[in-house]
């Protein structure tokens, strides 16, 4: 009689084990459905077929002054509006943005005869420079004490310099004491082109009489890096 009641008590035990363990696996498959995959998805995946991909981000804003030789449509339009090639830097040192534009329009005839256009450009520490335009009426500038070669792509000779400092004849030392820094004409179809610096700008702009000028070689890479704004610039070379 004891035997058969251990015996009796062991099969209780047993039949609620297997109940226990089968009540465990259906808790577990209620709260995993799915294939046994899903444990091996990363975190973050899609679990649905169905799900929908995210939008790809846009293109990032322009930064402020972003335009070639930092000028707007509007600017931009101005100086082609005189109908010629517009040349302009294509790199403009850090730190400088356009504060005066000045443009005179032609009389209609051809080429442009009294076409000119200067654009200014200033950074906060007073320093500044300008780019000109000439159809007509140049001369051969005052040669300076000294000169550095330029070679801008876009204008093929390879005599064009940069002028700077001190007037090298006496009597216009005389006249004009102070440093001076500008390019050669360089020579385009609809005119003529240079770089010019603090004292021409400042006789020009009284706002920007006591502007200085930029360092030689900075003056040298800037007309280096001239371009056209219009699409049919595409380099002048000698005629």
């Known amino acids: 009689m004891g035997q058969s009641r251990i015996l009796a008590v062991g099969g209780g035990i047993s039949a609620f084990l297997v109940a226990l363990v089968v009540a465990v696996s259906c808790e577990r498959q209620q709260a995993e459905p799915g294939s046994s995959d899903a444990d091996t998805q990363p975190l973050g995946s899609e679990s649905s ?5 995210p939008a790809p981000p846009g293109p ?3 930064p402020e002054r972003a335009f ?3 000028l707007p449509p509007e600017q931009t339009s101005q100086l082609v509006g005189l109908g010629i090639d517009v040349v302009a830097p294509g790199a403009v040192p850090p730190g400088f943005s356009v504060v005066e534009i000045r443009t005179e329009q032609a009389n209609g005839q051809t080429p442009p005869v ?7 450009y200033q950074d906060s520490t007073n320093r500044c420079f300008g780019v000109e335009f000439a159809a007509d009426g140049i001369g051969d500038p005052p040669v300076t004490e000294n000169r550095l070669p330029i070679q801008a792509p876009l204008f093929d000779d390879p005599n064009y310099g940069l002028n700077y400092g001190p007037f090298e004849d006496d009597n216009m030392k005389s006249q004009f004491p102070g440093s001076n820094l500008y390019s050669d004409w360089l020579l385009g179809p609809s005119g003529v082109y ?8 400042g006789s020009l702009f ?18 280096e890096s001239f371009t056209v704004l219009t699409p049919e610039g595409v380099g ?4």
């Open 49 to 53: 077929e169905n799900a929908a991909a």
């Open 60 to 62: 990032p804003p322009p």
């Open 68 to 70: 070639l030789a930092q």
């Open 114 to 120: 009294g076409s000119s256009y200067i654009i200014v």
């Open 194 to 201: 240079r770089l010019v610096g603090a004292a021409y700008v």
């Open 206 to 223: 009284p706002s920007l009489a006591g502007c200085e000028d930029v360092a030689p070689q900075e003056a040298v890479s800037v007309v």
């Open 236 to 239: 002048y070379g000698p005629p």
